[in-house]
């Protein structure tokens, strides 16, 4: 067991495949006693890693209104055939509300997950008296209204609807200098739009809800990355 993933080496080529992107990288341990091989494919907007894994779910950001005022939004996290309502109850738009302005949060999952499950996410925006559901956008199958980006991808271009932060303002601490996202090999963002369907109406703007997903070994193993991260900026 490695202690650090500060060494990476290896973040392979991708491999274009029937409906799937496989990545493949060596994940370096500080010790160089422990190298292996970590890998995950992006079947249809699934993340599916071929080996055991943990995850850490990270809110980044949300953003979405109707008339001005916001409308509520939430999300459950499919890992196998178990359901994570990470964030509160995904059924509740008062306290399972993730568009309330708050700074990015991160939640580990506390349970080593089987190699082949698949990570989904359900992403849903009320109205704003939280009656009733307006959309929900998933990624268990493509869908038009979610954006996948891996390391080096191009943040889509779009303003923020009525004077909202655009996604690439929301993932600026994720941005390379060319505006491409500057992600870890086992890492991926999904961006969300939750209010229009009509894709060409300025509404359309993708950070309704702003998610990473973070791969690693084990709990522990993410909990380490997140201390060393914290000392980094000591
Ligand atoms: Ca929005």
Not at 68 to 74: F, K, S, Y
Request: negative net charge.
């Amino acid at each position: 067991m490695h202690l650090s993933r500060s060494v990476l080496f290896g973040s392979a080529a991708a491999v274009v495949g029937a409906g799937a992107v496989c990545y493949s990288f060596l994940q370096g341990p500080a010790d160089a006693q422990a190298d292996r091989s970590f890998e995950f494919t992006i079947s249809d907007d699934r993340v599916v890693p071929a080996t055991d894994f943990a995850a850490k779910v990270s809110v980044i950001g949300s953003a979405i209104t109707s008339g001005g005022v916001d409308m509520p939004v939430t999300m459950s996290v499919r890992v196998g055939d178990a359901s994570h309502d990470l964030f509160g109850s995904s059924l509740d738009p008062v306290y399972g509300n993730l568009n309330d302005h708050s700074a990015a949060r991160h939640v580990i999952i506390d349970e080593v997950f089987t190699q082949g499950d698949a990570i989904t996410l359900a992403a849903r925006s009320w109205t704003v008296d939280g009656e009733s559901n307006h959309l929900t956008a998933r990624t268990d199958s493509p869908s038009d209204l979610v954006h996948v980006l891996r390391d080096g991808d191009a943040v889509p271009d779009i303003a923020g609807f009525d004077g909202q932060a655009s996604a690439e303002a929301f993932l600026r601490p994720y941005l390379n200098d060319d505006g491409t996202v500057d992600l870890d090999a086992d890492q991926v963002i999904y961006l969300f739009e939750l209010g229009e369907t009509d894709l060409s109406n300025p509404a359309a703007d993708f950070q309704d809800l702003v998610v990473l997903i973070t791969l690693g070994d084990t709990p522990d193993d993410l909990r380490r990355r997140d201390l060393a991260d914290i000392a980094a900026y000591d």
